[in-house]
Structures are given as C-alpha cells and as structure tokens.
C-alpha cells in the first residue's frame, strides 16, 4: 500500500518568513495530493491539493509543488502569519491499503507549524 | 449548512464497553469515512462507505463495526472497547471516490480506562 513521509515533525518559524513542508510518497500510481490544516480542536481542512499532471499550484500565500520523477511534494506558506499556526497534513491518494480494501486517503503524520510574533 | 456532524463529542468508557459513534451530512455525498487521529500517527483510516449499501475495510479496522444506514448517516460501533481504542475519531465524506475534497466533523475524543 500507499506509505507518506512527512517532515518536519514541528516548524516554527518567525512571522512573515517562509514555511516549508515536506512530503514523499511510495506509491508511484499516486494521482491526488491534497494538504490539510487542522486548528486545535477541530477537524482537518483542506487548504490546496494537486494533481499528478501539474507540477506547481498557487492559492495567494500558498503553493505546493510536485516532483513525480522523485516522489515528493511540498507546501509553501510564504509571509506567515500568526493564523497559520496549525497542523498542517499531507496526503496521497491511494486506492489500497494493506488490509486489501481499496478508496481513501493515506495521510503523513503531520507537522505542527508554529508561528513566532 | 451544518455540514459534517459527529455525536458524541467526549466519551469516557470502561474497558469491555460497548458503544456507537454517529456522523451525518447533509451535503449528500456519496461517501463516508471513519479516521481515528493518535499522537505523531496521523490520520488513519478505520472504515469507509463509498455508496449506500456498501461498506469496506481500511488500514485499521480491528475491533470495530460500522453502518451505513442510509445515504447521510454512517455510524462506527466499538463492540468490546479496549484501551488501544482511546483515540479521536473523525468523520468524513466526500461527493465522489479516490479524490476531491474530504469535509471532516470535528471530532469525537475517546477515553477507554
């Protein structure tokens, strides 16, 4: 099945600096890459995602770029600001796990994204 | 638009205990997922139900049972709860299967002592 690394496990940077997540993925049928937040307390947010005939996408302050050839995507948070501050997932789409079933999502573990006043 | 909704939001259980968690939307997607979230291992999916009807394992789905009484409600039942399970547990759906957005409840935080 799908396997996603992410790192780092936190991030903090200071506000109105650059953030950089990193993701790799093992599975090369992959086509789907979203990238999630979660605020405390509440259920993760989809904020941008990619698709595997795109290399590169933007969404004002947020990118996220696509490397096929070596696996890995990242998201790019450029001029943080203290609402950033989050839990920030990525994911790969996967259509088996190693139980068999097929569908779904298999998420990084995630990285605590701290923005410093 | 209430979206996602997961009930109840905090459950504390003895060990052996048995219990259902519930989650409607009312975007009528077509599929629903469980995910329990656990310190520094992410998300991880327990089971989903990519129609009415149907339901299939997921990464993790020992210990547990689900329902997909119709097409807004999905419920994930613990028969036997165990310590292992104290977990938060997410509810989602989405419109299509494999990709697009996943809208996510905001949680269920499960205790098993």
């Known amino acids: 099945g799908e396997n996603v690394e992410q790192h780092p496990s936190t991030l903090s940077v200071q506000e109105g600096d650059s953030a950089v997540i990193k993701c790799t993925y093992s599975?090369?049928?992959?086509?789907?890459f979203p990238w999630y937040k979660q605020e405390l307390g509440k259920g993760p947010q989809l904020i941008i995602d990619?698709?595997?005939?795109?290399g590169e996408k933007k969404d004002q302050r947020i990118a996220v770029t696509l490397n096929k050839t070596a696996k890995h995507f990242s998201l790019h948070i450029t001029e943080t600001q203290p609402e950033d501050s989050a839990v920030y997932f990525c994911?790969?789409?996967?259509?088996?796990?190693?139980?068999?079933?097929?569908?779904?999502?298999?998420f990084g573990k995630g990285t605590h994204l701290i923005i410093q006043p | 638009n209430a979206g996602v909704t997961q009930t109840p939001k905090f459950q504390v259980l003895k060990t052996g205990q048995s219990m259902t968690l519930q989650c409607a939307q009312d975007?009528?997607?077509?599929?629903m997922y469980w995910y329990r979230q656990d310190p520094g291992m992410g998300l991880r999916l327990i089971y989903y139900s990519a129609s009415e009807g149907t339901t299939d394992k997921g990464e993790v789905p020992n210990g547990y049972n689900v329902s997909r009484l119709n097409k807004r409600e999905f419920s994930l039942r613990l028969e036997s709860a165990a310590p292992s399970q104290t977990s938060v547990y997410f509810c989602a759906s989405r419109s299509g299967q494999y990709t697009g957005e996943l809208f996510f409840g905001e949680g269920s935080r499960l205790t098993v002592l």
């Open positions: 994911a790969a789409s996967s259509h088996y796990f190693a139980g068999g079933g097929a569908d779904g999502l298999t």
């Open positions: 599975d090369s049928a992959s086509n789907y």
């Open positions: 990619i698709r595997s005939n795109v």
């Open positions: 975007m009528n997607h077509n599929s």
